[in-house]
Nanobody, 128 residues
Framework: QVRLVESGGGLVQAGGSLRLSCAASGRPFSNYAMGWFRQAPGKEREFVAAISWIGGTTYYGDSVKGRFTISRDNAKNTLNLQMNSLKPDDTAVYYC?????????????????????WGRGTQVTVSS
């Protein structure tokens, strides 16, 4: 079992920045590929970013490329998402997810159904 707790959400003006964190506990964090997904009201949960469990390869959804950066600290069991140049369209609940030993490719890592564990989410609101 892996427990995931997100933090760092809040209200920010367009063009601003936020840094989300996800604290993991339970089974060895380094064995899990990690992802960030988001869900806006009335919309499907969508892929934001992922980082592999081996090598730390990163992947991003098209809408956040060049603005968001995902990183992990295996020593601290922490996943981070640095979000810059935020837009109102980024407003959503952001979830972190863990998938044990997932293959290192975006086809797999971008699919929410491949992840085993989810946090409860943190709200990000970007005002115009």
């Amino acid at each position: 079992q892996v427990r995931l707790v997100e933090s760092g959400g809040g209200l920010v003006q367009a063009g601003g920045s936020l840094r989300l964190s996800c604290a993991a506990s339970g089974r060895p964090f380094s064995n899990y590929a990690m992802g960030w997904f988001r869900q806006a009201p009335g919309k499907e949960r969508e892929f934001v970013a992922a980082i592999s469990w081996i090598g730390g390869t990163t992947y991003y959804g098209d809408s956040v490329k060049g603005r968001f950066t995902i990183s992990r600290d295996n020593a601290k069991n922490t996943l981070n998402l640095q979000m810059n140049s935020l837009k109102p369209d980024d407003t959503a609940v952001y979830y972190c997810a863990a998938g044990e030993a997932l293959p290192n490719n975006i086809v797999v890592l971008s699919k929410k159904g491949r992840y085993d564990y989810w946090g409860r989410g943190t709200q990000v609101t970007v005002s115009s």
